[in-house]
């Protein structure tokens, strides 16, 4: 028993023995604690039902040849602002759903993560060149704010009725550049669910014709910034030393273990790059299977970590006056529930079903607790048996078949490379030649 609270009722998030099922099996328990139908089991199976049928993927890019799989796992165990949440996650790396699983279950005791985020504001850009006076620009823009943000508005009626729209703008100056001194206006609008690319380049564009006259100047670019700073994400998780405790270190110690090695993550670029790894391990697969742009936010979480002029993590490692290690986390998290992909793909559809998703921020905030869980799992794995052992151990079976497994000889080699310690292919070639 550890020092957290205990939650006796029935929590949905936690399966006993999940990972222990078969796929079928581990989807049925999945959908019932979801307190889904079995008709949706289709929607998460890949090219065994068609649930992205080859017209729909021609749909949705050009050149379309083929679709190209990847496994989509479910992280269980999360309680996040008090909800329990059953995580869809595609990704292709071994370990990172059993990280975030074992590393939630953790939490889940201690009071589950908490998160808040900021309203979905993002930025559109509007390059202007060519200009000889850029205060003089910067202060005509300024003065007509209204009618800008009223002509943007124009361009989606509905975001407005949702309560949404352009909201501010800004005027940046830069005095030099390789092409000349340039000015930038940035509209700041408040997207709703959406992720809001679409829609903030609409705006661009739809205001460029006036921010050329108002300034004298040409417009350039009309894009977007995946640097959503005005869309942030904020999270913490509190947990006593005895909660990380296990048979081979204390619990004091591997807290400890977790909070130096997170500190050189602050220090150091080379080991923030890694770090950083580690927390988009878990935001991404979450990304991919609601169908929404995972390089949008790779590329916005980076710049941000970079933001203060040298690149460094985006948690932070600490133990309190008590004792008790405090993880906290802050990025950009531009992700929507409408639009795009998320809304024309089967699986993105159910996976959002899944979680039982209201919104743009709520699942803006499970993806970053996803997130800091998957960090805390690498850290507590470097600050005692290292990265590799647990690793291995779930990436035996890619061995194997590797090295030609098929049917049951997998399970067979694996088993025995996993009780060897000795996981590689020539190994389980001469394991799969004995059997």
Not at 150 to 157: C, I, S, T, V
Not at 394 to 419: Q, R, Y
Request: contains cysteine; glycine residues 8%.
């Amino acid at each position: 028993m550890t020092e957290c609270n205990k939650n006796n009722k029935v929590i949905n998030s936690r399966i006993e023995n999940f990972r222990h099922f078969s796929p079928e099996k581990r989807l049925a328990k999945a959908l019932h604690h979801a307190n889904l139908d079995t008709s949706d089991s289709a929607l998460f199976n890949g090219s065994d039902s068609g649930a992205l049928s080859m017209t729909m993927a021609n749909a949705m890019i050009e050149n379309v040849v083929g679709k190209f799989e990847l496994p989509l796992g479910i992280a269980t165990n999360f309680v996040i602002n008090g909800t329990d949440y059953l995580i869809p996650m595609v990704v292709e790396e071994p370990s990172v759903v059993a990280a975030a699983s074992h590393m939630a279950k953790i939490v889940r005791d201690c009071g589950g993560f908490s998160m808040d985020s900021d309203l979905p504001i993002m930025r559109a850009q509007v390059q202007v060149l060519g200009l000889t006076d850029l205060a003089a620009a910067k202060a005509r823009l300024l003065a007509a704010s209204s009618e800008l943000i009223e002509l943007a508005n124009r361009r989606d009626k509905i975001l407005i009725e949702l309560g949404g729209g352009c909201q501010e703008i800004e005027v940046h100056l830069f005095e030099s550049s390789a092409v000349g001194p340039m000015l930038v206006m940035h509209l700041l609008v408040d997207v709703r669910d959406a992720m809001g690319a679409n829609t903030v380049n609409s705006m661009a564009e739809a205001v460029a014709p006036l921010v050329e006259e108002l300034s004298g100047g040409t417009v350039r670019l009309r894009i977007l910034s995946n640097l959503a700073d005005r869309r942030m994400v904020r999270g913490k998780v509190r947990i006593p030393p005895s909660a990380l405790a296990n048979e081979q270190f204390d619990g004091v110690e591997v807290a400890q273990g977790i909070v130096e090695a997170g500190a050189l993550s602050l220090i150091d670029p080379y080991r923030a790059a890694t770090h950083n790894k580690g927390i988009m391990n878990g935001i991404d697969p979450i990304v991919i299977a609601t169908g929404n742009d995972w390089r949008a936010i790779e590329a916005g979480a980076h710049a941000w970590a970079a933001m203060s002029g040298r690149y460094k993590a985006l948690s932070n490692w600490e133990i309190d006056a008590q004792g008790f290690l405090i993880g906290t986390i802050e990025m950009p998290m531009a992700l929507g529930i409408v639009g795009g992909a998320t809304k024309t793909h089967p699986t993105a559809q159910a996976s959002l079903k899944l979680m039982n998703i209201k919104s743009a921020r709520e699942l803006a905030e499970v993806t970053v607790a996803v997130g800091l869980a998957q960090n805390m799992a690498a850290l507590k794995a470097l600050a005692t048996e290292g990265i590799q052992k647990g690793h291995m151990a779930l990436h035996a079976k890619n061995v194997a078949i590797a090295a030609g497994a098929e049917g049951a000889d997998i399970e067979a080699v694996t088993k025995e490379m996993v009780s060897e310690g000795s996981i590689n292919v020539q190994r389980a070639k001469e394991l799969l030649a004995g059997l």
